[in-house]
C-alpha cells in the first residue's frame, strides 16, 4: 500500500465541501474563531487547570486576602502559592493591591466564579445521562 490513501483522503475532504451544498465559503469564514480571543480563552482554561490555583480562587470567592494567608489556605509555601497567584493575576483572573511590603489578591471579575460553578454543575451531571438503566 502506498501513501496514496491519505492523499486522496485530504484531497476527498477538500472536495466535501461543495458535495453538501454548503459552499459558502464566507458563512464558514465568519464562523471560524479569532486567534487573540481563542488565546485569550485558552489562557484562562489553562489557568484554572490546577486544583491549587482553584483553591486560591475558592478562598478568595468571599473577599480579598493577602498572599500570606492564601499560603495557609493552600498550606504551601510562598514560592509556590506566588507562581500559582503570577498565573492567576497573567491570565486576568485576579486583581492585587499593595499595602505596604504586603499584596492583597481579589477576584478581578465574577464570571470566573460563575465558570468554577458552571464547572462543578457540569461535574455533578456528568453521570446523569439516562443510559444507567
Given amino acids: 500500500m502506498s501513501g496514496n490513501g491519505s492523499t486522496e483522503s485530504v484531497s ?3 472536495g466535501r465541501l461543495g458535495e453538501c ?3 459558502d465559503e ?3 469564514d465568519a464562523r471560524r474563531a479569532d486567534g487573540e480571543t481563542t488565546a485569550e480563552q485558552l489562557a484562562v482554561f489553562k489557568a484554572l487547570a490546577n486544583e491549587n490555583r482553584i483553591r486560591i480562587l475558592e478562598a478568595l470567592r468571599d473577599g480579598e486576602l493577602c498572599a500570606c494567608e492564601l ?3 493552600l498550606d504551601a509555601p510562598q514560592s509556590t ?4 497567584l503570577s498565573t ?3 491570565a486576568g483572573l485576579v486583581y492585587t493591591r499593595k499595602e505596604g511590603k504586603w499584596t492583597h ?6 464570571a470566573s466564579l460563575q465558570l468554577l460553578d458552571l464547572a462543578a454543575a457540569m461535574g ?3 453521570g446523569e445521562t439516562g443510559d444507567d438503566e
Avoid: K
Avoid at 81 to 84: D, K, Y
Fill in 88 to 90: 492567576l493575576r497573567d
Fill in 71 to 73: 499560603e495557609e489556605v
Fill in 21 to 23: 451544498g454548503c459552499d
Fill in 105 to 110: 489578591y481579589r477576584i478581578a471579575d465574577t
Fill in 12 to 14: 476527498h475532504s477538500l
Fill in 26 to 28: 464566507s458563512l464558514i
Fill in 124 to 126: 455533578r451531571n456528568a
Fill in 81 to 84: 502559592v506566588a507562581s500559582h
